[in-house]
């Protein structure tokens, strides 16, 4: 009796621990395919308000079968999407914007750089916040398939810190800077 | 081994005073004419019979709580981007602190004031390469309000429009004005950048645009229809000529050409030019010396005077200084 029920904890532990581990090594997987749909331009950026000085107020629609990494490579995105995209306005009063770096030579250039810039956990998260607190509204998750969600949230950029750093790397040019 | 660190260093020193940059254009927000009217802040006077009504800047600035805002916002927006502005205000205010000066000031031996010819008074104004013309109108559709908002960035010499940011804001029910305006400005200055960022890559790229003007004086015996030279061309031919040679790619544009005055726009310049081993920044002014060097040599002999209207705009009077 006494090593069944030691038998049962282990068994328990056990399928506690393989569980945890098949869920994070499936997270692992998701955030190994959302970077890749990011360098692939598979999100969208719309903006949706004028932020305070300084920052862009947008709302990013990411794609993953987990929600949760949807949510989390939302700020990616966003980075992403101000440096390399732009956006367009989809309210009044909201302008459309061109992207920081809009040569593609300028990008394969700095291949390096965009590569430690855009890590997990790497410097672009300096320039992002989530808006809402990571609130998602019920109308901006949407199952579009069996295996994956697109999620819409709303970001805030810190654009003009960014784009001087972007300077500062000599990837982008100021306004004065053949003056 | 401390030579060659010596010499090093030397060199280096030396390269980083070869690469000049060129000369920066000065840019200054002015609200339109349009604003004026609107606001009433125009000026009548009687032009010889002609009544004529210009803009007010100074009463605007003194009375107009809200254009002084719009102004500041652009100006440190700009500032933020290393580009600061011209202050209109703080232009009129050295302006008129300056004609007073001027009209007071005597010399210490013969007392007599200051040299200033009628050209010299007609320039005594605000001015700058670049102007940022600014309009906008207060939209009210029922309880909500917008401001529609129009930024364009002006060649004071060429005429050209050379950056642009436009739109109606977002329509809100209890913004106050000044806060519409705030948000307008913020909205739309990154795409007035964009397209103020690409008239400097043009300029780089194929030379600052300018206009060159020439003109005879009344006693010169001479004109432009004159010939010189073993072929026989005609002065309007030579001047062609040397611009073609001097310019970016030999790019000009004739508009007129008489045997009194020719005009000459969409000249490309180059941004820089070498002297004593030097990289320099060249502006209209040292571009047309050349031509009037040119014309001051053999075979042609021919006095000139130059001026020049900041970066962008230079006369030459043929016949004498």
Known sequence: MKYLKIFAVLFALILVFSTNDANSQSRRRARKKANLETVQWRYEVQGVGTGREGTYLLKVWSYSKSPQVAIEQAKKNA???????????????VSTQKPLVNSLVAAKEHEQFFKKFFADGGDYMKYVSMATDGAVA????????????KI??????RKDELRKELERQGIIKGLSSMF | MRKIIISFCFTLFCCSLAFSQAKKPTIMVVPSDNWCIQNNYMM????????????????????????????????????ERGFPLKN?????????????????????????????SPVDM????????????????????????????????????????????????????????????????????????????????DMALNGREVMIRIKKWDDWESDLETEYGPD???????IEDWLADNTVNGRYNTTDATENMMNFEQVRIPLYYERKGKQRAMDTRRFIRGLSKYLKSEPFNIVNKVTTKGLGRATIYLGGK
Request: glycine share 8%.
């Open chain 1, 79 to 93: 980075v992403h999407g101000i440096i390399f995209k732009g956006y367009v306005g989809v309210k009044q009063g």
């Open chain 1, 138 to 149: 019920a109308s901006d998750r949407m199952k579009i398939s069996k295996k994956e969600f």
């Open chain 1, 152 to 157: 819409g949230v709303v970001v805030s950029v």
């Open chain 2, 44 to 79: 009548e006077f009687d032009n010889q019979g002609t009544l004529v009504k210009i803009p007010n800047y100074k009463k605007a600035l003194q009375e107009n709580t809200e254009l002084l805002l719009v102004i500041s916002k652009l100006n440190g927006l700009m500032a």
């Open chain 2, 88 to 116: 209109m205000e703080s232009v009129l205010k050295s302006l008129e602190s300056d004609s007073a000066e001027d009209a007071m000031i005597a010399s210490k031996d013969m007392g007599m004031g200051a040299a200033e």
């Open chain 2, 122 to 201: 007609l320039k005594k104004v605000a001015k700058a390469d670049i102007v940022m013309q600014l309009t906008w109108t207060m939209n009210k559709r029922g309880p909500k309000k917008s401001i529609t908002f129009n930024l364009q960035g002006l060649d004071s010499f060429t005429n050209k429009q050379v950056a642009t940011a436009t739109g109606t804001g977002t329509p809100s029910f209890s913004a106050e004005t000044v806060v519409l305006l705030e948000e307008a400005v913020l909205s739309h200055m990154d795409n007035f950048c964009n397209t103020l960022m690409t008239h400097f890559d």
């Open chain 2, 232 to 238: 026989s061309d005609e002065l309007s031919v030579i």
